[in-house]
């Protein structure tokens, strides 16, 4: 998408190594759409004018161009810096033929890299090995489409013994690696870049650290960047979990303690909302007690945010590209919702002179917990 101003989009596909589109491609680009959110496969959607006898129409097209598989990476350059927003694979591709000029289109849409690895059911087993190798082990056959893993080891060690139990993989990889994730409270994603056709491949913590994006500011005259935001607090959102294990000498089933969430990741809030929910965590008597801890702190990381916000900004007035997964402060809301926040989600909307990013933010409480965020 050729644009003189501070925003440029370039587009790359092929099989499977992607390389620049031909030029009458990216004159024929519309639209992009690319969101990512924490917890959730991240998806693109692009949209090409489809001219009657134009290249995509008479020739790219039935040569299979935008069949499903193909590979797509997006990078975006903001003021110079570049930043690659999506690297995956079309799944679907849409036809919409008008009877007026200009108006047919080809939409594709597709998901990240991640799609691939939830194609084929395995059933493998994984004799005497930590969940954290086993997710090593999966990632490394994907190594041929860039995937680099980034393995945390689990808090709680596990290390079944063969001659006690052999944990079996049944399923797809993505549906595995997933779960053990989920077991440990733990996310799995993939972060493309930082140069396009390479991909971090995250096992671990939710990581709630670092140094905060430049401050969402609103209701501050002049120095406001976003128009609106808008905060909820879910009482209902947070469930205090409930973990039984039984003693193998006695058979007697004994409630566990659960530690602090704040285990996984520091807390961005200075009054943490109220559990208002016991949750009885189900299946935990007959597990050991190091999977029963870590599956119970899962169950409280999964529901600690009860505080929401959500917005839109022009990436333009901002000045910067909003990045999903990462600390930003907000101003100008009030004592009681300023402060920093986690990026849950940001949906990145790209036209022709127009950059606009909708994003979601959450974190466990009210109140921040330094007087002062990043401006």
Same mark, same amino acid.
């Given at each position: %998408?050729?644009?003189?101003? #501070?925003?440029?989009?370039?587009?790359? %596909? !092929?099989?499977?190594?992607?390389?620049?589109? #031909?030029?009458?491609?990216?004159?024929?680009?519309?639209?992009?759409?690319?969101?990512?959110?924490?917890?959730?496969?991240?998806?693109?959607q692009l949209a090409f004018d489809l001219a009657k006898h134009g290249l995509i129409n008479r020739t790219l097209l039935p040569a299979g161009f935008f069949d499903p598989q193909t590979r797509v990476v997006l990078v975006v350059t903001v003021k110079g810096t570049p930043a690659v927003l999506m690297d995956g694979v079309i799944i679907?591709?849409?036809? +919409?033929?008008?009877?007026?000029?200009?108006?047919?289109?080809l939409t594709v849409t597709g998901e990240d890299l991640t799609v691939l690895m939830d194609l084929e059911e395995h059933e493998l087993p994984h004799p005497g090995t930590p969940p954290s190798a086993r997710v090593a082990a999966i990632i490394a056959r994907y190594a041929h @489409?860039?995937?680099?893993p980034v393995v945390v080891p689990e808090l709680f060690p596990q290390v079944t013994p063969p001659t006690q139990r052999v944990?079996?993989?049944? +399923?797809?990889d993505l549906s595995y690696v997933t779960q053990l994730a989920k077991d440990q409270g733990y996310v799995f994603y993939l972060d493309p870049g930082p140069v396009p056709g390479v991909s971090r491949a995250y096992w671990g913590p939710e990581v709630r650290l670092g140094v905060p994006q430049h401050a969402l500011n609103?209701?501050?005259?002049?120095?406001?960047?976003?128009?609106?935001?808008?905060?909820?607090?879910?009482?209902?959102?947070?469930?205090?979990?409930?973990? $039984?294990?039984?003693?193998? =000498?006695?058979?007697?089933?004994?409630?566990?303690?659960?530690?602090?969430?704040?285990?996984?990741?520091?807390?961005?809030?200075?009054?943490?909302?109220? =559990?208002?929910?016991?949750?009885?965590?189900?299946?935990?008597?007959?597990?050991?007690?190091?999977?029963?801890?870590?599956?119970?702190?899962?169950?409280? =990381?999964e529901s600690a945010d009860?505080?929401?916000?959500? !917005?839109?900004?022009?990436?333009?007035?901002? !000045?910067?590209?909003? $990045?999903?997964?990462?600390?930003?402060?907000?101003? !100008?809301?009030?004592?009681? @919702?300023?402060?920093? @926040? @986690?990026?849950?989600?940001v949906t990145h909307n790209l036209q022709r002179g127009a950059y606009t990013q909708n994003f979601?933010?959450?974190?466990? +409480?009210l109140i921040a917990l330094h007087p002062t965020v990043v401006p």
């Open positions: %998408m050729a644009d003189p101003g #501070p925003v440029h989009l370039t587009l790359l %596909m !092929g099989p499977r190594i992607p390389v620049p589109v #031909p030029q009458p491609v990216t004159d024929a680009l519309l639209s992009a759409q690319v969101t990512v959110t924490a917890g959730q496969r991240s998806g693109f679907r591709q849409e036809v +919409g033929v008008s009877n007026q000029p200009g108006q047919s289109t @489409y860039g995937m680099v944990d079996t993989q049944k +399923g797809t609103v209701n501050m005259d002049h120095l406001s960047n976003v128009d609106q935001l808008t905060f909820s607090f879910d009482g209902t959102a947070r469930e205090e979990p409930v973990v $039984r294990v039984q003693i193998p =000498a006695t058979k007697i089933a004994s409630k566990l303690p659960v530690p602090e969430v704040s285990v996984l990741r520091p807390p961005l809030a200075a009054r943490p909302a109220p =559990a208002l929910k016991k949750k009885v965590i189900a299946d935990t008597a007959k597990k050991d007690a190091a999977q029963a801890l870590a599956q119970a702190l899962a169950k409280a =990381a009860a505080i929401t916000g959500s !917005g839109q900004l022009d990436v333009a007035r901002y !000045g910067y590209l909003l $990045r999903p997964r990462e600390l930003v402060g907000v101003r !100008g809301a009030g004592i009681t @919702y300023d402060g920093l @926040y @986690y990026v849950k989600s979601t933010l959450a974190r466990e +409480g």
